[in-house]
Structure formats: structure tokens, C-alpha cells
């Protein structure tokens, strides 16, 4: 089966394990470290990366590299890399390209545990980021770029604050500057939104929220479209256009042609800091996958019905979902996510964090937890909890307001979901 001319659905089905005669139909679970060859030859030309082949877990798997085949193909990619969260794909992506004294841009309104791993841990290793405001015209965030700068990062969707990234506007900054584009795709799924088609270089995705869908197992992905030309830009990047020592002088970019930035990422980060993901874990997100394209309709069409329900509601001080005709985001919504966004509706109640914090008690059907994009119902007040060192003129700064609920709708009868958020306003 030829991936790539198949639609989303059936790639979702039946993508990245082909089972040959007599094999399994379901994709096994190979769990075991290590792989056994004949003879010790064998096994250098694969330390030496001249053959492709298993030879240790840390660096490749069958289950995982089935999977990671799935969602590059899904995005419509050349090569994915699977890792043990969205943290470590958000890390490796910059990781495989910058090194101390290098800089990147990133879009503010980014993910808090993004935010912290950008500006606090990647400041100690020597890697600076500057960040600016997504929706600032190009010209001014063309001017947060430096001579050292490696890459420009955002995401599809903003998590809490929904923001919708003008994907177009961003590659053109990137690409007027020398560097690729990395989106985190995490919100909106390949279902809902294909950003290499419009001009991302390369996308992630903490595959611990709708690709698994089901809150079992925690896990992230990188996915490369193989169309960033590194060698035009090579002193940008000696990483991956000079020889690598490491690895008999090889030079990426020679060797794998499009499959370069996986490759190093794989060869080089993932044997060295080992983020993997277990194939037990790859198992059970590749479950995910098989409904991802049957979840995503359900779950935005329940979120709209649900945002609107919350616009229209006197006690109800304000609400955002891009679906909703009167959003900031709503244009570029149907540009980007023409078929729906995602299931999370962020709002606030008249009376503010008090009341939030009252109304989200008084639930029923939706959970307080951590987790957000799964097919239960769940809620966060992220000024109460991911958030509550932070003080309200901090809150602001990162674009979550202090009454803030972000509200993450599941695939469960939309009635049921309204009439629970309806019960729990009358208290």
C-alpha cells in the first residue's frame, strides 16, 4: 500500500504497517532492545549508517518507525521521528539545528511548558529565543531576527489562548531569513490542518492529546517535509552540511538528501539524550490513530454547539472559538481549518476567578485534570493551576486572562456535555 496516494481516512486505517504473507494483520508490538544479526559486518555497516536496519531500541524500532510512518504521512512528510512527549519533539526539533550561541524566534502565545523549555532551559544551554507576538505585522517580526538566528517556531492553534496562526505569513518570514518554519500541529491534527501545505518546514505534535485520544499514553513526534534546502544556506547549518565526526566524517545533507534533519535527528539527538517513545506506547497511540479522522469531526462539532450555547449565555462574560463568526480568528479559521479547529472552547464567567473557580466545581460530566484533547470532557483553570505562580499582570503577559477556562470538549452526546455546564452555571 502506497501511502501517500491514499486520502487522510485511509491512511489512518491502514497506514505504515504493510503485513506480508502470513504476518500479523494488526501491527505487532516488538518489544525487545536489541535485534540479532549473523555476523559482526553486518551489524558495523549499521552502526555506520551505511545500511538501514534495527540494532537498538534508542534508535529505531518496528512499532515506532510503523507509526512515525503513519503521521509522516498523514502531514504529508518524507520522515518522522517519534518521541516519549511533546517536551522532548518540541526540544530535538530546535535542538537537532541550533547549538549554544545560535537564537531562534518563537511565537509568544505559545504552550507555558514550550514557553519555560524556550526561555529558561534552552537559555542555560546557551540557546537564546526571542518571542513575538504572532499576530504583529511581518515587518515587525522580521526585525526579532539575527545573524545567528536558526529557526522560527509556533503553533497551529494556540494552547489555552486559541490563537490561529497565519501559516502563509509566517513561512515568509522564515523563509526571507534563511531558516525553516517549525509548527507544533498538536491543536489542529493533519485531519483538520496540513501546515506543510502552506509552507511549514517541519511540525510536531505532542501526540499525548488527539492522535492517542484517549489520555492512556504520553508522547510526541517530529515530522520533516524534506523541502528546507539546508545546503542553501549551509553555514547556517554545519550541523547538517559538514561532516559529522561522530559518525566517520558523514555529512548529512550529502547522504540522505531529504531524509537529512531526521536522520541527525535520530543518529545524533536520540542517541544521545534517548527521549523514546516504548513500542508499547507506539501500540497504543497507532490504536489512536486508526479514529483519529472519525474524532475530529465529533469533537469540533460538539465544541461549536457548545461555544455557541456559551456566546449566548447572559452569565457568560466572554467566549473564544474560532468557529464563532464574530472571533478575531474567525477568517483566518476558514482559511487554515476550513472542516473545524479543535474541541477546545476557552471563556469566562461574569465575576471572574472566583466564579470560574465555583462553576468548574459544580461539574459533573467534565473532569478537572491536567490533560486537555481527549475524548472525555475536561476542564483546567490555568490561573489556579499551570499557571498559579504566575501573578494576574504575568497571566496577561502570556495571554491567559485570569478568569480563563479552558474547556476541552469531548465526543460525548453534545446535550449532555451543555446541559452539564448549564446545571453547573445555575449554582
Known sequence: MENKSFSKETICVQGGWQPKKGEPRVLPIYQSTTFKYETSEQMAKLFDLEESGYFYTRLQNPTNDAVASKI????GGVAAMLTSSGQAASFYAIFNICSAGDHFVS??????GTFNLFAVTMKKLGIEVTFVDPDAPEEEIAKAFRPNTK????ETISNPSLVVLDIEKFARIAHSNGVPLIVDNTFATP??????????????????????????NVGGVIVDSGNFDWDAHADKF???????ESYH????????????????ATAQVMRDLGSIQSPQNAFLLNLGLETLHLRMPQHCKNAQKVAEYLHDNEKVAWVNYCGLKDNKYYEL???YLPNGSCGVVTFGL???????????????????????ADARTSVLHPASHTHRQLTDEQLIAAGVAPDLIRFSVGIENVNDIIADIEQALAK
Open 191 to 216: 485531519i483538520n490542518c496540513r501546515p506543510f501545505e502552506w509552507g511549514a518546514d517541519i511540525i510536531i505534535h505532542s501526540t499525548t492529546k488527539y492522535m492517542d485520544g484517549h489520555a492512556t
Open 249 to 264: 566524517g558523514l555529512t548529512y545533507t550529502k547522504k540522505f538528501g531529504k531524509g537529512a534533519y531526521i536522520t541527525k
Open 350 to 372: 461574569k465575576g471572574g476567578r472566583d466564579v470560574s473557580i465555583k462553576f468548574m466545581d459544580n461539574l459533573q460530566l467534565a473532569a478537572i485534570v491536567t490533560h486537555v
Open 238 to 244: 554545519p550541523g547538517l552540511t559538514t561532516p559529522d
Open 151 to 154: 529557526a522560527l517556531f509556533a
Open 107 to 112: 511565537a509568544s502565545t505559545i504552550y507555558g
Open 333 to 335: 479559521g476558514q482559511k
Open 72 to 75: 509522516a504521512a498523514l502531514e
